[in-house]
């Protein structure tokens, strides 16, 4: 099975940089995901991981660390509208996913 | 149109009382998932189908059924619904034949069991 451990929430500043960290220990590691969720909404991907590094896609990064277990999803030059849930997710062997509580990022003006 | 749907998006039923959660998808996918989220506990998989004959228990399959009736269709039963099956539901969807295979969810089921 997997843990997975992300915090609860975070505030920032609009046009400000978040990072969002999660751990994870897993049984069979085959991928790292990160989704946005707005809230009443559907789960939407913005990132995926599977090898050691940095992938970068516009205003948005993720970080993965195998041998740490850790993973981080970089958010740059805040905008009201990610005000969102993010939420990590560890894939198994079997391409299960397993999700995290999820991070609710609060953007002020 | 949208890839993934589900019906119906909102539902209010009694304890006791049989309920199917219905998910059709355009995408061309084999894998399906069902998904319960709660406040706090994050997504949960119910149950998981990679192609049509094909039908696996998740995390939290107790008081669940599904049925695949088609490579696009995967239906979530409750045989007796209790209120703490108050949820939202989600269906996803994945292609096997893709490189990260990332899953792709439909707009969610809110059930409301009294």
């Known amino acids: 099975g997997q843990n997975i451990d992300q915090p609860t929430e975070m505030t920032a500043t609009e046009g400000a940089i978040v990072q969002i960290n999660c751990t994870y220990q897993?049984?069979?590691?085959?991928?790292l995901f990160w989704y946005q969720q707005h809230a009443g909404e559907a789960p939407t991907f913005l990132s995926y991981n599977v090898l050691d590094g940095l992938e970068e896609k516009g205003r948005f990064s993720s970080f993965l660390s195998r041998s740490k277990g850790y993973s981080y999803l970089l958010l740059k030059e805040l905008q009201m509208k990610d005000s969102a849930s993010y939420l990590c997710?560890?894939?198994?062997?079997?391409?299960?996913?397993?999700f995290g509580a999820g991070t609710t990022v609060t953007v002020r003006a | 149109d949208a890839d993934v749907t589900q019906t119906p998006r909102n539902r209010i039923t009694k304890t006791g009382k049989r309920i199917m959660l219905e998910c059709s998808q355009t995408k061309g996918h084999d894998r399906m998932y069902w998904y319960r989220q709660d406040p706090g506990l994050g997504l949960r998989l119910i149950y998981y189908?990679?192609?049509?004959?094909?039908?696996n228990k998740g995390e939290i399959s107790d008081g669940y059924s599904v049925s695949r009736q088609a490579q696009a269709k995967f239906s979530l039963s409750l045989e007796s619904a209790i209120p703490n099956q108050t949820a939202l539901y989600f269906c996803?969807?994945?292609?096997?034949?893709?490189?990260?295979?990332?899953?792709?969810f439909g707009p969610g089921t809110r059930l409301l069991v009294l």
């Open positions: 897993t049984s069979g590691f085959n991928g």
């Open positions: 997710a560890v894939r198994d062997s079997d391409y299960k996913l397993s």
């Open positions: 189908s990679f192609d049509v004959k094909d039908i």
């Open positions: 996803a969807t994945s292609d096997l034949r893709s490189d990260q295979e990332t899953q792709y």
